[in-house]
C-alpha cells in the first residue's frame, strides 16, 4: 500500500483478505504448525524457505501487524517484540555485541538508559550519552573505532526534548553505523524517521499505538537502506557465515531489505523469545486503525493544556515542543508540522510540595506509570518512578522535584482544563 497516505494505511495496511477469507486480520492462536514431510519443515529451519514453525519465532497474526506498522513507517522489513524494551535491546544487540560501543541521546526514556546504562554494560558493551543539542564537533568526538550504533527517540518521555535527526543520522552515517530512532511519541503520523536519514526505528507499541492500555508490546522497523556489506568489518554477524544456520550470510542472501530483521527474527527472537502474543497483536491492530484520528486530538489537547498552564500564576515552567516558545519549538516544526505529542510536562513555583498536593486534587487525570493512552493520565516522577532518588540526584538525571507529566487523553478539553484549574486551586 505503498501509494496510500498514511490514514488509509493505518486503516487497511498489513493485510489484504481474499475472496472469502476474514476482513479483520485473524487471530492465529496456535504454538506450532504442521507439515507434511521432514523436508517441508528443514526448508524453514535452513532458511530455505519462508512459512512458520514455531510462534516463538514468527506467528502469521503478528507478521501482518508488522508489516502495517512497516508500511506507515516506509521501511523494508518489521517484526514485533513483547515490549518497547524488548525492541530496543534487540535493536542494539543484533549489531553491537560484546567489546562493542553505542553512542546515544542522554535524554532518553529512563528504563532505555538503565538497559543500556547498566544491563547492556554487564554484557560488554560500553555507551557514550551525549546531550541531543551537543554540536556536530561534540557528537563525532563521542564515536569510537568500535561504535556500531546511533541511538535517540524522535519526542524524548518524559523530557520531550526533540531530537535533530538529520544531524544525528549525517554523524552516524559520517562513521559508518546506523541510526536507530524511537518513535513512540510522535507515532508515524506526525514523524517518518527514515525519511530523514534513521535507519532502524523501534516503538513501544504499548503507547499511542495500541491507545487503550489492553497490551504491551513493541516493533522494530528496518528502513532497508544502510549497506551492511559496505561497512562489513564493522557487522560480522550480518556480513559473516552464521554457523547456527548452515553457514548463512544474511546482508549476502537475504539483502539490504531483509538481512536485519531476518537476522534478528532468526537469532534473537529465536534465543530471547521476547515475542508479542497473537492476541496483544490483534489488539494492537485494532489501536492503529484509529491512529491517524486519535494523534490530531492528543497533539490538539496537549497544546490547549500546555498553554493554559504557561500562563498560570502558580506555574513555573511548561515542557511541550508544539508550544510557540518551547526550545525545541523549531525542531518540532521541521520534524513534525503536523503535530508532535499530547504528553505536556511541568514544574510549580511551589516546588515538590506543590506537585504532591496537585496530584493528590486531580479527579478526571489517573495517576498511572502508564503515558500516550486514549484517557488521560498523569505522574510526578519524584514520588513514582524515581522514586528512590533525593533531590540532587533528580537534577542529575534531568528532573526537577517538582515535574508532573501530563499524558493528555482523547477527551474534551474543557474538561481536563477544569480538572486541572480545580487541582491547581488546592496548591
Known amino acids: 500500500m505503498s501509494d496510500y497516505k498514511i490514514n488509509t494505511k493505518c486503516v487497511q495496511g498489513g493485510y489484504?483478505?481474499?475472496?472469502?477469507?476474514?476482513?479483520?486480520?485473524?487471530?492465529?492462536?496456535?504454538?506450532?504448525?504442521?507439515?507434511?514431510?521432514?523436508?517441508?519443515?528443514?526448508?524453514?529451519?535452513?532458511?530455505?524457505a519462508s512459512g512458520y514453525f514455531y510462534t516463538r519465532l514468527q506467528n502469521p497474526t503478528n507478521d501482518m501487524v508488522a508489516a502495517k506498522i512497516c508500511d506507515m513507517e516506509g521501511g523494508a522489513a518489521a517484526m514485533l517484540t513483547s515490549s518497547g524494551q524488548a525492541a530496543n535491546f534487540y535493536a542494539v544487540f543484533n549489531i553491537a555485541n560484546c567489546g562493542d560501543h553505542v553512542v546515544a541521546s542522554s535524554?532518553?526514556?529512563?528504563?532505555?538508559?538503565?538497559?543500556?546504562?547498566v544491563t547492556m554494560r554487564k554484557m560488554g558493551i560500553d555507551f557514550t550519552f551525549v546531550s541531543p543539542d551537543c554540536t556536530e564537533e561534540e557528537l563525532n568526538a563521542a564515536f569510537k573505532p568500535n561504535t556500531k550504533a546511533v541511538f535517540g527517540e524522535t519526542i524524548a518521555n518524559p523530557a520531550?526534548?526533540?531530537?535533530?535527526?538529520?544531524?544525528?543520522?549525517?554523524?552516524?552515517?559520517a562513521h559508518g553505523v546506523p541510526l536507530i530512532v524511537d518513535n513512540t511519541f510522535a507515532t508515524p503520523v506526525n514523524c517518518r524517521p527514515i525519511e530523514w536519514?534513521?535507519?532502524?526505528?523501534?516503538?513501544?507499541?504499548?503507547?499511542?499505538m495500541d491507545g487503550h492500555g489492553a497490551g504491551v508490546g513493541g516493533c522494530i522497523v528496518d528502513s532497508g537502506k544502510f549497506d551492511w556489506l559496505a561497512h562489513a568489518d564493522k557487522f560480522p554477524g550480518l556480513t559473516t557465515p552464521d554457523d547456527s544456520y548452515h553457514g548463512i550470510t544474511y546482508a549476502e542472501k537475504f539483502g539490504l531489505a531483509g538481512a536485519f530483521i531476518t537476522k534478528c527474527t532468526a537469532q534473537l527472537m529465536r534465543d530471547f523469545g521476547s515475542i508479542q502474543s497473537p492476541q496483544n497483536a490483534f489488539l494492537l491492530n485494532l489501536g492503529l486503525e484509529s491512529l491517524h484520528v486519535r494523534m490530531p486530538r492528543h497533539?490538539?489537547?496537549?497544546?490547549?493544556v500546555a498553554k493554559y498552564l504557561k500562563s498560570h500564576p502558580k506555574i513555573s515552567f511548561v515542557t511541550y515542543p508544539g508550544l510557540e516558545g518551547d526550545r525545541y519549538y523549531d525542531l518540532a516544526q521541521k520534524y513534525m508540522p503536523n503535530g508532535t505529542c499530547g504528553v505536556v510536562s511541568f514544574g510549580f513555583k511551589g516546588g515538590r510540595s506543590a506537585a504532591e498536593t496537585f496530584m493528590k486534587h486531580l479527579k478526571l487525570a489517573a495517576i498511572e506509570t502508564h503515558v500516550a493512552d486514549a484517557r488521560t493520565c498523569t505522574l510526578h516522577p519524584a514520588s513514582a518512578t524515581h522514586r528512590q532518588m533525593n533531590d540532587e540526584e533528580l537534577a542529575a538525571a534531568g528532573i526537577t522535584p517538582d515535574l508532573v507529566r501530563f499524558s493528555c487523553g482523547i477527551e474534551d478539553v474543557a474538561d481536563l482544563i477544569a480538572d486541572l484549574e480545580q487541582a491547581l486551586a488546592q496548591v
Open 16 to 48: 489484504t483478505p481474499g475472496n472469502g477469507e476474514p476482513r479483520q486480520i485473524p487471530i492465529i492462536q496456535s504454538t506450532t504448525f504442521k507439515y507434511a514431510t521432514s523436508e517441508d519443515m528443514g526448508k524453514l529451519f535452513d532458511l530455505e
Open 107 to 117: 535524554t532518553i526514556y529512563g528504563g532505555t538508559y538503565n538497559l543500556f546504562h
Open 160 to 173: 520531550l526534548t526533540v531530537l535533530d535527526i538529520e544531524k544525528f543520522a549525517k554523524a552516524a552515517h
Open 197 to 208: 536519514g534513521c535507519d532502524i526505528v523501534t516503538h513501544s507499541t504499548t503507547k499511542y
Open 299 to 304: 497533539c490538539e489537547n496537549g497544546l490547549a
